[in-house]
């Protein structure tokens, strides 16, 4: 019986020395065949599935000062320009370039209702990319011009990230834009409108103390489609009425994948100079899904 035993475990011994050699011997052979078969066993034998790259776009305007913010964006001026200004770069930042193009007929606010044409025009425009898809992260750098302590006409410039940008639809785009109402600094949350008199403020914020010309960072941010929170240097802010954490977008928008920026200069003098100051220093864009 004892012989037998050792007959039995002397066979396997030998399989699994025939096994392990042969498993070397398919290892060198795939070696010696390159990388080729390798990154093809790879793709094949995975059990894991593909994963898309993810989408990030990022534009810090540090070129040349030009009417224009590049062929990457689209400016909505080429979409509609009768409702927004173009879009340029001056001194590595987002501006009006032209804010003359369109007389516009402010109905409110500002001070002045309404603007008085050929004396005062609106400055406004925005611009975007196609990032495919309806979640999605928008951060920009405002440059914290509040500029309104000077008097009319404002040197005043508000920005926003632009999610759901919709052409088709009179909303055509929603934000928030950080603006200051006797001396407290609020936003303005809802949609840019076209054309963008008849902008359309579905909540509101308040912000903590801010000096005028102190760049802040600001991000809207979809991490399902069509409902939005903000982030303020990092801070998640609550909207009014409720300090709820976040804003539902019109239903028939976020199917949009369209999202981007504006910049409101509000009242420009022609008497001003050309561009307008600069609204937005940077801007990320990045997929959520």
Same mark, same amino acid.
């Given at each position: 019986?004892?012989? #037998?035993?050792?007959s039995?475990?002397?066979?396997?011994?030998?399989?699994?020395?025939?096994?392990?050699?042969?498993?070397?011997l398919?290892?060198?052979?795939?070696?010696?065949?390159?990388?080729? &078969?390798?990154?093809?066993?790879?793709?094949?034998g995975?059990a894991?599935?593909?994963?898309?790259?993810?989408?990030?776009?990022?534009?810090?305007?540090?070129?040349?000062?030009?009417?224009? &913010?590049?062929?990457?964006?689209?400016?909505c001026? %080429?979409?509609?320009?009768?409702?927004?200004?173009?879009l340029?770069i001056?001194?590595?930042?987002?501006?009006?370039?032209d804010?003359?193009?369109?007389?516009?007929?402010?109905?409110?606010?500002?001070?002045?209702?309404?603007?008085?044409?050929?004396?005062?025009?609106?400055?406004?425009?925005?611009?975007?990319?196609?990032?495919?898809?309806?979640?999605? %992260?928008?951060k920009?750098?405002?440059?914290?011009n509040?500029?309104?302590?000077?008097?009319?006409?404002?040197?005043?410039?508000?920005?926003?990230?632009?999610?759901?940008?919709?052409?088709?639809n009179?909303?055509?785009?929603?934000?928030?834009?950080i603006?200051e109402?006797?001396?407290?600094p609020v936003?303005?949350?809802? #949609?840019?409108? %076209?054309p963008?008199e008849?902008?359309?403020?579905?909540?509101?914020?308040?912000?903590?103390?801010?000096?005028?010309?102190?760049?802040?960072?600001?991000?809207?941010?979809?991490?399902e489609?069509?409902?939005?929170?903000?982030?303020?240097?990092?801070e998640?802010?609550?909207f009014?009425p409720?300090?709820?954490?976040?804003?539902?977008?019109?239903?028939?928008?976020?199917?949009s994948?369209?999202?981007?920026?504006?910049?409101?200069?509000h009242?420009?003098?022609?008497q001003s100079?050309?561009?307008?100051?600069?609204?937005?220093?940077?801007?990320?864009?990045?997929?959520?899904?």
């Open positions: 019986m004892k012989l #037998y035993h050792r039995v475990q002397r066979t396997l011994d030998s399989k699994r020395e025939i096994q392990r050699r042969l498993l070397v398919f290892f060198l052979g795939n070696f010696s065949a390159g990388n080729v &078969l390798a990154d093809s066993t790879i793709a094949v995975t894991e599935p593909a994963v898309a790259p993810e989408f990030v776009f990022s534009d810090d305007f540090e070129r040349s000062n030009a009417d224009t &913010l590049g062929p990457q964006w689209t400016d001026n %080429s979409v509609t320009p009768d409702s927004y200004d173009p340029g001056y001194d590595g930042g987002v501006v009006i370039s804010p003359f193009t369109r007389p516009g007929n402010y109905g409110a606010p500002p001070l002045i209702n309404p603007a008085k044409e050929g004396e005062l025009f609106p400055g406004i425009g925005c611009a975007f990319i196609d990032t495919g898809s309806t979640s999605v %992260s928008v920009i750098v405002w440059s914290g509040h500029g309104i302590e000077s008097g009319m006409p404002y040197s005043h410039v508000e920005a926003t990230p632009l999610l759901y940008i919709t052409p088709s009179p909303r055509f785009g929603f934000g928030t834009w603006s109402l006797w001396g407290q936003v303005l949350v809802g #949609y840019i409108v %076209s963008p008849a902008f359309e403020i579905i909540a509101t914020a308040v912000l903590p103390a801010h000096e005028s010309g102190t760049p802040r960072e600001l991000e809207l941010r979809a991490d489609p069509g409902k939005v929170t903000m982030w303020l240097d990092g998640q802010i609550m009014n409720g300090g709820v954490p976040s804003v539902s977008v019109d239903p028939t928008m976020i199917e994948t369209l999202h981007g920026i504006a910049v409101d200069a009242i420009v003098a022609p100079n050309i561009p307008t100051i600069k609204g937005i220093e940077t801007v990320t864009i990045r997929n959520l899904d």
